[in-house]
């Protein structure tokens, strides 16, 4: 059956690296529709809106998206974009590929953020001039849905460690009704797990990322952890993403849009064509989803190289090379 | 004139890096007078509280406050005590020193996390069993203090450059206040700063912290991000910090009490020793201060080394060799 896939690529090199992710999947196969989906800069100075509600509905109604990047309205492209596809858990690997760079050559983790919740549920404030507040929100339900989709996560990879990140030591409440819920999920379904303060996570994580396998998030911590991983592994360009929910998803390289190389046709597709392989799992397409990582490994160890990587490999020279071991 | 120092060692390790702190204070030729302050798991087993007013008073009294640790109940005693000296600035230095093995050797940063605010302030509720909130909360006023703290420390220690930590794409009223504000202060007193998303700042710092210098963040950013460059420099057993207010500052290492090793007489107190440093230049003691950095330095180059750096020394060892290069 046909899956129409929802393509936006976004701002600067999201225009570059999504085509060649979408190459790669057309090389497949497999069956798949792409609609094309404007946001982004242009898009807000032509419509007055960085993301049109066509776009919105676009991802809503396809059977998942393909995202670019965003740059300086990211939050007003992406943050929508994750709820349209009701998205609850934003799952990112961390992982360094032999042949490129790493701060921790030994790195190879998966961070399961929660994607609805904690201070991007988002009721700011401004009191008064000088004082702003804003409510953090952490629901029971919210907590469990992604305490069960981690968990299991972890068992479908064999994780060797689940460890629950938190700061409930000072949100007592809010995050303590994270890691009591994660507890709770825990008992019911026979798992053991680590609790670990996201602070002592931050310094564990850069002394031993190895001692590390799947964590488990809120929201903003997620956020962090995730871009300190991926400096251990050398940079965003290598993160690949999955935005998951119930009935729909959304697949993004965690990197930005690159204003400085935008339009070079130089950009690192690497984070983008690893998000499509993720997409091809969630359709259950794992040997394809294989396939794809393992081209994409061959080329980052012996093939041409994008110059994040130290090379002056073109995306297109990176992405056939890519085809040609598919 | 005769300092009053309250010395609360509180629990584990902070038992005997204290008093490692305190021979070296003593070898200077200054007037310290220390009384010592109880609080701790012990303290909370004995007397129903890990912080009884009594040293709570002594913290308010006192000239200066050093910490040595605290433990699982680290919350209930270094929350109320940075209150208590009313402190609006935690000043972290996070620095690799010559000798000791070092994810990054090219770290030499320093945080003045905003010490009052955030989710800090802990407004939190049940609203029912499923749902609990806490409200951050950002004051123009907490902000400016901070920055003004920050931008004065950046020129008088001549830093390479500024940074201004925030999220304020997504919590854009409170930390929008907090940037805002930053950037005021910044031309009323005619500085140059950057800012930088916590997230991209937690990569950059991973793969580049020899690009930042003096980081102006809000509290519990400042908390993750410090943490994160005590794993660059080898562990939170090298972080002091100082803790400022107004009239009063309380100075810690960033390390706990360690329970592993506590007892052992081989904590390494060369956080607590630094941590006292900054206690010496806080009273204008430059010199002094100096000195012991120096010493520390030194010893810690080609001196005796205890069990967390690679050696067998015990802390009695250090400190003594300390001592000699005072
Ligand atoms: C752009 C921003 C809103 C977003 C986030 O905070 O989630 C980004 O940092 C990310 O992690 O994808
Ligand atoms: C113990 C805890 C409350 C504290 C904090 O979050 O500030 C600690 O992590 C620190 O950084 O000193």
Same mark, same amino acid.
């Not at 059956?1 to 497949?28: N, R």
């Not at 939050?75 to 701060?103: M, T």
């Not at 629901?139 to 938190?166: L, P």
């Given at each position: 059956?046909?899956?129409?896939?929802?393509?936006?690529?976004?701002?600067?090199?999201?225009?570059?690296?999504? =085509?060649?992710?979408?190459?790669?999947?057309?090389?497949?196969?497999?069956?798949?529709?792409?609609?094309?989906?404007?946001?982004?800069?242009?898009?807000?100075?032509?419509?007055?809106?960085?993301?049109?509600?066509?776009?919105?509905?676009?991802?809503?109604?396809?059977?998942?998206?393909?995202?670019?990047?965003?740059?300086?309205?990211?939050?007003?492209?992406?943050?929508?974009?994750?709820?349209?596809?009701?998205?609850?858990?934003?799952?990112?690997?961390?992982?360094?590929?032999?042949?490129?760079?790493?701060?921790?050559?030994?790195?190879?983790?998966?961070?399961?953020?929660?994607?609805?919740?904690?201070?991007?549920?988002?009721?700011?404030?401004?009191?008064?001039?000088?004082?702003?507040?804003?409510?953090?929100?952490?629901?029971?339900?919210?907590?469990?849905?992604?305490?069960?989709?981690?968990?299991?996560?972890?068992?479908?990879?064999?994780?060797?460690?689940?460890?629950?990140?938190?700061?409930?030591?000072?949100?007592?409440?809010?995050?303590?009704?994270?890691?009591?819920?994660?507890?709770?999920?825990?008992?019911?379904?026979?798992?053991?797990?680590?609790?670990?303060?996201?602070?002592?996570?931050?310094?564990?994580?850069?002394?031993?990322?190895?001692?590390?396998?799947?964590?488990?998030? =809120?929201?903003?911590?997620?956020?962090?952890?995730?871009?300190?991983?991926?400096?251990?592994?050398?940079?965003?360009?290598?993160?690949?993403?999955?935005?998951?929910?119930?009935?729909?998803?959304?697949?993004? =390289?965690?990197?930005?849009?690159? =204003?400085?190389?935008?339009?070079?046709?130089?950009?690192?597709?690497?984070?983008?064509?690893?998000?499509?392989?993720?997409?091809?799992?969630?359709?259950?397409?794992?040997?394809?989803?294989?396939?794809?990582?393992?081209?994409?490994?061959?080329?980052?160890?012996?093939?041409?190289?994008?110059?994040?990587?130290?090379?002056?490999?073109?995306?297109?020279?990176?992405?056939?090379?890519?085809?040609?071991?598919?």
């Amino acid at each position: 059956m046909t899956k129409q896939i929802a393509a936006i690529p976004g701002d600067g090199i999201g225009q570059e690296v999504l =085509p060649a992710a979408i190459d790669v999947l057309e090389a497949l196969d497999r069956d798949f529709e792409f609609v094309e989906g404007r946001a982004g800069n242009a898009v807000y100075e032509r419509e007055g809106t960085p993301l049109p509600e066509e776009t919105r509905e676009l991802a809503r109604e396809a059977d998942a998206t393909l995202f670019g990047a965003a740059g300086e309205l990211a939050a007003d492209i992406i943050l929508p974009l994750r709820q349209d596809v009701e998205s609850f858990a934003n799952i990112r690997p961390a992982r360094a590929y032999p042949g490129v760079d790493a701060v921790k050559p030994e790195t190879d983790l998966v961070f399961v953020r929660e994607n609805t919740q904690g201070v991007y549920a988002g009721f700011e404030s401004d009191l008064t001039d000088d004082v702003a507040t804003l409510t953090r929100l952490i629901t029971e339900d919210a907590s469990r849905k992604i305490a069960e989709y981690g968990f299991e996560y972890a068992d479908e990879h064999d994780a060797d460690r689940i460890t629950v990140a938190h700061k409930a030591n000072v949100m007592r409440k809010t995050d303590g009704l994270f890691v009591d819920t994660a507890a709770e999920v825990a008992e019911e379904m026979d798992v053991e797990y680590d609790e670990a303060l996201i602070d002592a996570l931050a310094m564990h994580l850069v002394l031993h990322p190895e001692d590390y396998d799947v964590i488990v998030t =809120p929201n903003l911590a997620g956020d962090v952890l995730s871009d300190l991983a991926a400096g251990l592994v050398g940079g965003l360009g290598m993160l690949p993403s999955a935005n998951v929910g119930d009935d729909n998803a959304l697949f993004e =390289p965690v990197h930005g849009s690159a =204003p400085d190389i935008a339009g070079e046709g130089v950009a690192n597709p690497s984070a983008m064509i690893l998000s499509a392989a993720m997409m091809l799992e969630y359709f259950g397409y794992d040997e394809d989803g294989q396939r794809v990582r393992n081209a994409v490994e061959t080329v980052l160890e012996d093939g041409p190289r994008t110059p994040d990587l130290g090379g002056d490999a073109s995306t297109e020279t990176f992405t056939d090379a890519v085809l040609e071991q598919l």
